[in-house]
């Protein structure tokens, strides 16, 4: 199971509700959509960053439910997904790539 980071952003381009009970009506169904994913452990952690308007995620699944999960929130936000490769993961990968090389310069 792959984990991913997502770095979200606000689309100002979208048509967002002006009526502000309609506007509010959307921020619950979009809160009740993160709620959900956390709940059923797809999201580990979201936030919010200072300028209101961006923020992360990190979670885990499969590739699909990373792009379902962004997808249920356009257009109003726009993401930006990055699978993590876990540094022993990485290191290994390095090491074996590496490896391989010299074996191959020794011929």
């Known amino acids: ?47 919010t960053f200072p300028d209101g308007e961006s923020g992360y995620s990190i979670g885990k699944g499969e590739t699909v439910d990373a792009y379902a999960s962004v997808a249920a929130f356009h257009p109003y936000i726009r993401s930006e997904i990055h699978e993590i490769i876990p540094y022993e993961t990485m290191k290994q990968t390095t090491r074996a790539i590496i490896q391989m090389r010299i074996e191959e310069m020794k011929k």
């Open 1 to 47: 199971m792959a984990r991913f980071l997502v770095l979200w952003r606000v689309n100002w381009k979208a048509p967002w509700p002006t009526d502000p009970t309609k506007y509010l009506e959307l921020e619950e169904k979009m809160w009740a959509g993160i709620e959900g994913l956390m709940k059923n452990g797809q999201v580990e952690e979201f936030g």
